[in-house]
């Protein structure tokens, strides 16, 4: 799959796993803006040690606001060409990277996907928020 082929796929993923959400207009779809922070960190992570270990971590809730969750199911989403009612309830990204563990560029790939969407500064209790520009 080339570049391109790769960032069509992610938007269609970044919906498939809940990232991208649907204003009260139903045209304009926007994501989070602390996504692009999850993102962040998550590059900083496999950057500072080892995909493997970054997956890890960013596979559970902890603390984080965010659905990082989310973010780790649209990756594995994309890089097996899955829909999501075709995983099964083993199939994680943790697993995939344990088996494949060459697949560092994928957090560009869904980071390119990303600027294709309005980013949003979601404020607690509801979907309302100060638009941002990317």
Same mark, same amino acid.
């Given at each position: 799959?080339n570049? &391109? /082929? ?5 938007? +269609?993923?970044? !919906?498939?796993?809940?990232?991208v959400? #649907? &204003?009260? %207009?139903? /045209? #304009?779809?926007? $994501?989070?803006?602390?996504?692009r922070?999850? $993102?962040? +960190?998550?590059g900083?992570? @496999? ?7 970054? @997956? ?7 603390? +984080?606001?965010? &659905?990082?969750? #989310? ?13 999501? =009612? &075709? ?12 088996? %494949? ?5 994928? =957090?560009? /790939? $869904? ?7 309005e980013?949003? !500064? @979601?404020?607690k209790?509801? !979907?309302?928020?100060? =638009?941002?520009? +990317?």
């Amino acid at each position: 799959m080339n570049r &391109d /082929e790769m960032i069509a796929r992610a938007i +269609s993923v970044l !919906d498939t796993a809940g990232i991208v959400k #649907k &204003d009260k %207009n139903p /045209e #304009k779809l926007y $994501i989070e803006k602390a996504f692009r922070g999850q $993102i962040s +960190s998550f590059g900083a992570a @496999v950057e500072m040690g080892s995909l493997l270990s970054a @997956v890890a971590f960013f596979s559970s809730q902890g603390s +984080s606001p965010t &659905d990082r969750t #989310k973010l780790m199911e649209a990756i594995y989403l994309l890089l097996t060409g899955n829909e999501k =009612k &075709d995983i099964k309830e083993n199939e994680t990204l943790l697993r995939y990277v344990a088996q %494949n563990p060459n697949n560092q560029q994928l =957090k560009r /790939e $869904i980071k390119l996907a990303m600027n294709a969407y309005e980013l949003r !500064d @979601v404020k607690k209790g509801g !979907d309302e928020g100060e =638009k941002q520009e +990317s």
